[in-house]
Structure formats: C-alpha cells, structure tokens
C-alpha cells in the first residue's frame, strides 16, 4: 500500500475526492453482491420448500396404503377380557374367543420387610440384611454368575442383576423396604432360577431377601423357594386352539388380538369380537388429505404470485448503517418477495397436482373410479384449485363400497421402463391419485434439488450453487481492483501533495534571496 498524504499543501480532501472517484466502480461491486445475496435468498427459499414438499410427500405415501385409506374397527362383546384391531386385508366377520389362560412371568416381591432390624444401616448388605460373609460371593440367577459384595449396598445388587443378561429385572423399595424381581419375558419359558446357587453365602441372600409370588415355588434347599416359572398363553379363535403362546397378543388373519383376563369357566367364556369397515375412518382420511393439499396447493401458489419489487434491492453494509432496524426489515422483506415468482418446477408441479387429482382412475370400472364420484371437487378457478368434500357423497360410497377410498388412491399399474427394460414404472394415467401425487412430488423434488441443493450454503454442484461460487469469484477479483485502484489514486495525489510542497518549497527560496539582496 502506497503512503497515503493528506491535502495538506494542496488544502483538498483528498479522503473525500478519492472516495468519490471510486464511488461508480464500488457500485458495480455492490450490484455483484446483491445479486449474490438474491441468489442466497432464493437457493433457501427453495430448499425450505423442499422440504416442506418432502413431509408432504411422506403424508401421501401413507395413502397409498390400504391399511390408512380402508380402516378396520372392532367391537368386543367382553372388552375387559378381549379387545382387538384390524388390518384392511380383515374379514368383515365376527370371530368368537375364548382365553384359556393368560402368558404369565414372574413376579417376586419380598413378603416382609427384609432389614435386619428398624435401625439397620443400609449402607452395606451385611448390614442392611444380617448377612454373615463379608467377602464377595456368586449369585447364579437364570445359569448367569452373579458376583456379590456384601459392602456394598443393596443398589449395587440390583444393578449387577439388571446388567446380567439373565432376563430378570431388579427393584428396590426403600419406603416399604422390599425387594422386587420380575422376568422380562412371559411364559413356559419364563423364570427367576436360583437352584444353581451352591454357596452358603448366596443361599443366605436370597433367603433374606423373603421372596414368594402367587406362582407355586419349588423348593430346592431350605425353606425358602428358589426357583420359579411362568405359564404359556393359550387361546381358542373360531375353534382353533393356539397353546403355549409368550404373549398376550395374538395377529390371526388380519386381526390383532389383545387378551386381558381368563374367561374359561367365566359367566361368558366366549367373547364375540365383531370386524367392520370404519367408514368415519375412511371419511377423516379424505378430510385430512383435502386440508393438506390445499394447504400445499395455496403455499405454491403463494409463491409463485408472489408480487416482485424490483426497486428494492438487497442492502450493503454501507446503506444499512444509515438506517433504522425497522426500516431495514421492511426493506428486506420486500427485497426477498417474489423471488420464486413463476418459478418453473414449482408451476408444473401445480399443473401436474392438479392433473392428478382431477382424472379418473384409468384402470378401474364402475362409478367409484375418481375423486369427484366420492365428492372431492375443484373450487373456482379463481381459488387455484382448492379441493372441496361432500361428506354425504363420501359416506354414500363407502356404504356400497367400504374399500372404494383405498382403490381410487392407492391403485399401483406398473409397466416397462423404456429407458431400462429390466425395471418398471407406474402406469400413472391407470394408477390411483396418491400413487400420481407421490411420483409428481419426487420428480418436483428431484428438479429443486438439481437447482439449488439440499442444504442452504453448502458448497455443493446445484446450479445456484455454482452460481454463488462464480459471484464469490468476482467479487474477490473486483474488490482486488477496487484495492488497486484505489492504492494508484492514492499514489497521484501523494505525488502531487509532493510536487506542490516542492514547489512551495522553492518559492519560498526564492522570495528569501530576492528579499535579502534588497
């Protein structure tokens, strides 16, 4: 950088004069730079918008489904003993039940409080319990050894229990001052097994620590049982017997049982569980999706309406330092609307949207083949396609057809992909309306992300991301010249600050020998 010298012997603002002269070049560098900013403006705008598209999207993969769009309801003559759900693919039947018994495991808790008195210190085993040893010990528990130290307390016993992989799950009760086991697992196979336990020392704890459940216990040393079982499930539906189940819920043909309570032997043994299309399920289906896609539908086309102020561009540094904060919001805001005005996937993403609810379902027959027969309509055109339901029409077809929502969005005709003959594609004109909306939303996708990326100011090879690296070129280059510039005004001015001080310098010479020869 040159030595930059101030007016002194000129008595010019040489600051202000350079300043001026740099004024139309730093301007063609800000216009850089708003367009930069723009761009930034528009990649987020885009992306933000993809996204939203993406979770939209999500929503109308579950249309394509039957389990969504031809909901099963199930009443329970015995709700206390049996409750249950369906599956679309359910008979619309009544199934009869019968629980012979329930999958058990095991659940043991001290009988007593086991401190070895009221004042005992719980600090440690030895004397929270009365132990005898002080040295650790082995607790097999389930065929895992268990390592035992009697200085420590009985929180550390329930962890090591917990961490053993032997299937039991380990609590303490300080207030009632019990202890707690339960197996993680139910039925025959189900256990808290101490029998394997050989040392006196472990034999001792597990005695103390009182336990008993309303499972039979079988004895194997003392007087204290040491191991105990769980019992299977076993159920009969529709005359079918199903034994030695670990659970206590059953999926038979579509239908998932839930069972409660034994009822053999019970004043109504059998329980009658009755399998019906859910046509209210069906109706709240089709209002959710209309409210979504109008709500998609009106983003869209908010943005693509989206009034441009071209005389409000995005503000340098400069022009915000001389105004107020409100004032620069208002800017900005009118600064970054309309920039997705007619943008080009996003117009016919909505014109495919469109497309896709309005025509009929080429591969079905009959009257139901289109969203207008189940009472879905377009608005006025000036309403860009809002989507409006006739419940009573809905309800009116689910009546005579209780899968007719599942057919007209979730019907899937694929044919051969042409450009691989090894893969297929959906046959969209003959697909159902979900099926349509998903393809157009990842083609959609697909577009914005080729455009602007996923993620807002990664370096990554969407067009406005090169876009932003090409204007981060030319600003670096031309702040370079503006530097250059800059520095060479500087250079004259102090060459001429010289010069004119030179002069001076001279002249006064010369007036002091004139002077003083006379």
């Avoid at 993406?54 to 009443?75: C, G, Q």
């Avoid at 082995?138 to 420590?152: A, F, R």
């Avoid at 001052?177 to 034999?203: C, E, I, M, P």
Wanted: aromatic share 6%; glycine share 6%; with cysteine.
């Amino acid at each position: 950088m040159p030595m930059r010298i101030s007016g002194l012997a000129s008595g010019m603002d040489i600051d202000s004069m350079v300043k001026q002269m740099m004024k139309a070049q730093s301007t063609r560098r800000d216009q850089v730079y708003q367009k930069k900013v723009q761009t930034e403006w528009q990649q987020s705008d885009l992306i933000d918008l993809s996204n939203q598209l993406r979770t939209y999207r999500d929503s109308i993969f579950k249309l394509k489904l039957s389990n969504t769009t031809s909901p099963k309801s199930v009443s329970s003559s015995n709700s206390d003993a049996v409750t249950a759900t369906a599956t679309a693919d359910a008979t619309n039947t009544v199934h009869l039940v019968t629980v012979n018994s329930l999958a058990q495991g095991v659940s043991l808790g001290s009988q007593d409080s086991i401190s070895a008195s009221s004042s005992a210190d719980k600090n440690t085993l030895k004397t929270h319990l009365g132990l005898s040893s002080t040295s650790p010990f082995v607790l097999k528990l389930n065929g895992k050894d268990i390592t035992v130290d009697p200085t420590k307390s009985i929180y550390e016993l329930v962890s090591s229990i917990n961490n053993s992989g032997a299937g039991v799950k380990a609590s303490y009760d300080v207030n009632l001052d019990r202890f707690y086991l339960n197996s993680t697992t139910l039925g025959a196979d189900a256990k808290v097994d101490f029998s394997a336990t050989t040392d006196s020392s472990a034999q001792e704890l597990v005695a103390k620590l009182k336990l008993g459940g309303a499972s039979a216990a079988t004895s194997v040393w003392g007087t204290t049982g040491c191991q105990w079982k769980g019992t299977a499930g076993e159920v009969q539906i529709d005359g079918v017997t199903y034994k030695n189940l670990t659970s206590n819920s059953l999926t038979v043909a579509g239908v998932v049982y839930a069972f409660k309570q034994k009822t053999l032997g019970t004043g109504e043994p059998t329980t009658s569980l009755q399998v019906s299309p859910d046509i209210e399920g069906s109706v709240k289906v089709v209002k959710d999706f209309v409210s979504q896609y109008n709500e998609i539908l009106n983003k869209l086309n908010t943005e693509l309406n989206e009034k441009v102020y071209r005389d409000f561009m995005p503000l340098t540094d400069e022009q915000k330092s001389a105004m107020k904060d409100s004032d620069i919001t208002l800017w900005q805001e009118k600064a970054r609307s309309g920039l997705l005005r007619n943008e080009s996937s996003m117009r016919e993403l909505v014109s495919q949207m469109r497309y896709s609810v309005s025509d009929a379902v080429g591969s079905l027959t009959g009257k139901y083949k289109s969203l207008s027969s189940l009472g879905v309509t377009t608005g006025l055109y000036s309403e860009g396609g809002k989507l409006y339901l006739n419940e009573d029409t809905l309800r009116k077809a689910l009546t005579e057809d209780p899968d007719v929502v599942s057919k007209v969005f979730g019907t899937t005709v694929t044919k051969p992909d042409p450009t691989d003959p090894t893969n297929t594609v959906n046959d969209l004109s003959n697909c159902g309306v979900a099926v349509r909306l998903y393809d157009r939303l990842k083609q959609a996708m697909d577009k914005i992300r080729v455009r602007a990326g996923t993620i807002t100011g990664a370096d990554d090879m969407s067009d406005l991301g090169k876009q932003l690296r090409r204007y981060d070129k030319q600003l670096d280059d031309m702040n370079e010249q503006l530097t250059r510039q800059e520095d060479q005004y500087y250079k004259q001015f102090t060459a001429m600050e010289q010069a004119i001080q030179k002069s001076n310098s001279q002249s006064s010479w010369l007036t002091q020998q004139l002077g003083g020869k006379g």
